[in-house]
């Protein structure tokens, strides 16, 4: 392998693992981010830290501050109910453009996907999350524009963190059959109805997030990141 792509390589790599973390809230809003801390723990330089930090920003996940580094990002609820209206406006296109590619072997991938979800129901709340954002990706991912998997990955992580950060406990089973319901109108071909139910289910996942807000707390050490840290050390060897 090339050196610059063994350094792309560990750029995913460090920026999955970090996503990761931050969705399922090892990592809280508010807390930051030190390149020379992290660049120990991930055991790589200061610079793939400050190229995989820059990514997340530019997912919404990350704050990057003149002078003061980095931090988890904070949205507000004002700005979490403008990016949930945005987001059913932008996954009606999503729908739209998905149903017109379907074949049979990107059925087989949203079928893989959910039962990764099923297999996590009573996992983690924080995992839960992470997997329902990706389904709504891999949608985007499955309609072949570039233009809108950007703005749907950007989007779809920035409200899996507000979930993270307001939601109310809820049973996972109420997203895992919208997205079965979603599924099978796309089997069908039935756009209007996919395109219904997408919008029935963000709508619901909105009104199970944009309740209370949890502190992040205190800030820690990031001990709790050596899981994740550990899997990146280990894909480099």
Do not use: W
């Amino acid at each position: 392998m090339k050196a610059s792509d063994k350094a792309k390589h560990r750029n995913e790599l460090i920026s999955s693992a970090l996503r990761s973390a931050i969705l399922e809230r090892v990592l809280l809003p508010g807390m930051k981010l030190p390149e020379d801390s992290l660049g120990e723990r991930f055991g790589v330089s200061r610079t793939l830290i400050r190229q995989a930090l820059e990514r997340l920003a530019a997912e919404g996940l990350v704050e990057l501050r003149r002078n003061r580094g980095a931090m988890v990002a904070k949205p507000s609820l004002e700005e979490a109910r403008d990016i949930f209206e945005l987001r059913t406006q932008i996954e009606d296109l999503v729908i739209s453009r998905v149903i017109k590619e379907m074949t049979p072997e990107k059925l087989a991938e949203l079928e893989a996907h959910l039962a990764k979800e099923v297999e996590a129901e009573h996992a983690s709340e924080p995992i839960s999350i992470r997997l329902a954002t990706e389904f709504h990706i891999l949608l985007a991912k499955l309609a072949g524009s570039p233009v809108l998997l950007r703005y749907v990955e950007e989007i779809g992580y920035r409200c899996g963190l507000t979930l993270s950060l307001y939601a109310r406990p809820h049973s996972t089973d109420c997203g895992i059959q919208e997205h079965r319901q979603i599924i099978d109108a796309l089997a069908c071909g039935d756009e209007e109805k996919a395109r219904e139910l997408m919008r029935s289910h963000l709508t619901a996942v909105a009104d199970r997030a944009l309740i209370t807000r949890k502190e992040a707390g205190p800030l820690v050490y990031l001990d709790a990141l050596e899981p994740y840290a550990r899997k990146v050390r280990d894909g480099q060897e």
